[in-house]
């Protein structure tokens, strides 16, 4: 189980960004932030842990998920998704073409959320790099 010790949003004014402190440090502030991604003004949510850094981008059709530890960097994938297709997904306010097997569903930031915060035994497809 890690600690959640700080949780931001970014929320974007035209070509200006500010980054909001989310006061509820748990997993379900986690997820709230999470859930108000929409691609458009709110498209990065940064969660701070123990060991490393986790970053949700995107929103409503599509997320991207990574997450840096001290020991790897996991990347969560969709197996379904073809790997020579692209997706665009507005990150921190870039529209960026991912490879389509980087953009999962809502319900797939959930369970990742649930095994790397949690210690959940969900098993969520990832892509571990080991440092």
């Known amino acids: 189980m890690r600690t959640i010790n700080e949780l931001t949003e970014e929320v974007r004014r035209g070509a200006y960004a500010e980054s909001v402190r989310i006061d509820d440090l748990s997993f379900d502030g986690a997820m709230n932030a999470i859930g108000r991604l929409n691609g458009l003004d709110r498209t990065l949510v940064c969660i701070v842990v123990s060991d490393g850094n986790i970053l949700v ?32 997904v507005t990150v921190g306010g870039q529209a960026v073409d991912y490879p389509s097997t980087y953009v999962v569903p809502l319900q797939a930031v959930d369970l990742a959320l649930r095994e790397f915060l949690l210690g959940d035994e969900s098993n969520v497809p990832c892509e571990v790099i080991k440092k």
């Open 57 to 88: 981008g995107g929103g409503c059709d599509g997320y991207v998920v990574t997450m840096d530890f001290l020991d790897k960097v996991v990347n969560i994938v969709d197996p379904g998704r073809d790997v020579d297709d692209f997706t665009e």
